[in-house]
């Protein structure tokens, strides 16, 4: 079963930055990321495909703007459009974008930068 730690580990392994699971932990750097599934789509009732949607949110602070934003879009041209490829055990099959661009969503409580990516995946387990 496809689990947000996974996720954050394969970004890691390819596209070095620092992710989390779910939530920032306390202590977290500012210049970060965390990964969750964000519902999605029924699964099949004939076949083990399941459609997740995933939200990635990547933050830091106003000194790295050109680096955060640059992060986001990397990140949204590496995983838009995406087919065959695993995050754990989890086979994804096809990862598609659900915006045309990553989202500026503003500043958290401690005026870092914030941008929402959100992608549908396909996956079979």
Not at 60 to 70: D, L, M, N, S, T
Not at 73 to 82: A, G, S, T
Request: negative net charge.
């Amino acid at each position: 079963m496809l689990k947000p730690k996974q996720l954050a580990d394969m970004l890691q392994a390819e596209k070095p930055f620092r992710y989390y699971a779910n939530e920032f932990p306390s202590g977290a750097p500012d210049a970060a990321a965390w990964v969750r599934l964000t519902g999605g789509y029924p699964p099949s009732d004939w076949s083990p495909r399941k459609q997740p949607s995933m939200q990635i949110l990547v933050r830091g602070p106003e000194k790295e703007a050109v680096r955060i934003e640059q992060h986001a879009y990397e990140l949204y041209d590496h995983m838009h459009q995406r087919r065959e490829f695993y995050a754990g055990d989890s086979l994804i099959r096809e990862c598609t974008a659900d915006q045309s661009n990553p989202l500026y969503v503003g500043r958290d409580e401690n005026d870092r930068l914030l941008y929402s990516l959100n992608f549908t995946l396909v996956v079979m387990e």
